[in-house]
């Protein structure tokens, strides 16, 4: 018989499953070959001159890494971010305009011929609270503000040699609270024909699953009565809270297993010896599919709902205090001239399918890649094992290794968003990919 463990301390998770994913990861990576691409993109000589603007510009790049990860404002207070950022951009005679779309600490800079197609460059830059910048937004605002100087410095040595615009997008509040459906609301995204962006990881990877998630918040009203004396003139809201959060328990079992529920209980009463009249549960509701995260969304609700009826207590639903967010659709036209130009940097992108999907966070980036064909790809910045909202992330967002990453994330970036202006049939193939993935959707009203 086991010896009573130290009951003062939890147990220590096993690693086991986490060791035996990498194990896989690592064999899978192995057997993934050469990229290649049907198409051609933009000349050699302009990738050439889109290296040689970031390596120019490096000093002023990684400064700005620094300085946003230690500014480290939370959703929609990215004030000294954004003007960071406004600053390099002005310091170098490029407009820009912030404030935009209803959002204080959005920004706005465009650069290119301004006839034919646009393509968007989306930089994010809020942090988690606590915890700062335990996500890596400030790579991905420093690799999208070096892909946008490189190509803005080939367009002012040669004006034809970036058709179309290119735009800089600085979207903020991410983090719980989807800034980007905000903007994409107040028409952001209107008049782009595509949007690209990149996110640190452990991995370099081209196209990962990302789950679509929602926002429920449930409250229950009882009836307030003495615990001892009178219970039974009571209906206790702590009950039906209970219940509802072993009801997503039990959701579990018959739910995809790429789906994902988490709860917790914000409010459950004041006293023991008083029956709460009062509490609210906060769960998020996510699913790798917008179908699937339709049809979970209608199952809580009716575990929420069911709770209220065994208990006898009132309750409120409310969806969504922040904007839903989708799953990502990745568009392997532009994925494939990502990684290709990812390779000429020494990094070796993995396909879909080689990380394990088990391992799925989210991201309002979906809502863009429903409405317009975009990518979403990831570049490694930390050791495989350091995973994404941890302080060890944080740290590992100012290292060498991140601003080298910043810097072969904007190039990818600047000649991938070059390839869509510059070739007429990649820009058809994205376009027409899209169309056979279904097409533009309508995310605002998805899941009214």
Known sequence: MNP????????????????????????????????????????????????????????????????????????YDEHESVAAIASLLRDRGIEVE??????????????????????????EYDALPEIGHACGHNLIATSAVGAFLALHS??????????????????????????KEVMARQGAFDGIDAAIMVHGYGYDCADQVWLGRRLLEVTYTGVAAHASAQPFMGRNALDAANLFYQGLGLIRQQMPPISRLHAVITEGGTRPSIITESATVQCYVRSKFPATLKELS???????????????????VTWDEHPPSLPVRSNSALTQRWAVHEETQGRTP?????????????????????????????????????????????????????????????????????????????????????ERDGGAVDVENYFN
Request: proline share 5%; aromatic share 4%; charged share 20%.
């Open 4 to 75: 009573m463990r130290d009951l003062s301390r939890p147990t220590v998770p096993d690693e086991s499953y986490v060791d035996e994913i990498a194990a896989q990861t690592r064999a899978r990576a192995e057997q993934v070959g050469a990229w290649t691409s049907a198409f051609s993109g933009a000349p050699e000589t302009s990738a050439a001159s889109i290296a040689a603007g970031l390596a120019e510009a490096k000093p002023e790049l990684d400064g700005l890494l620094h300085t946003i990860h230690s500014l480290a404002e939370t959703a």
């Open 98 to 123: 912030t404030g935009l779309f209803g959002v204080e600490t959005t920004l706005r800079a465009t650069t290119g011929s301004g006839q034919g197609r646009t393509i968007a460059i989306l930089a």
């Open 154 to 179: 080939l367009c002012q040595q040669d004006p034809e040699a970036v058709p179309g615009t290119v735009v800089l997008l600085g979207t903020p509040a991410e983090e719980g609270h989807s800034g």
């Open 298 to 316: 209608e199952r809580v609700e009716d575990a929420a709902k069911g709770a209220a009826l065994m208990t006898g207590t009132g309750v409120e």
């Open 350 to 434: 993995l396909p879909g399918g080689v990380l394990d999907e088990s391992i799925a966070a989210s991201t309002d980036f979906g809502n863009v890649s429903y409405r317009i064909p975009g990518i979403h790809p990831l570049i490694k910045t930390a050791d495989a094992e350091v995973a994404l909202h941890t302080r060890e992330f944080a740290e590992a967002s100012i290292t060498p290794a991140a601003e080298g990453a910043a810097h072969d994330a904007g190039y990818g970036l600047a000649c991938t968003a070059l390839d869509f202006l510059v070739d007429d049939a990649l820009a058809a193939e994205v376009a027409a990919e899209f």
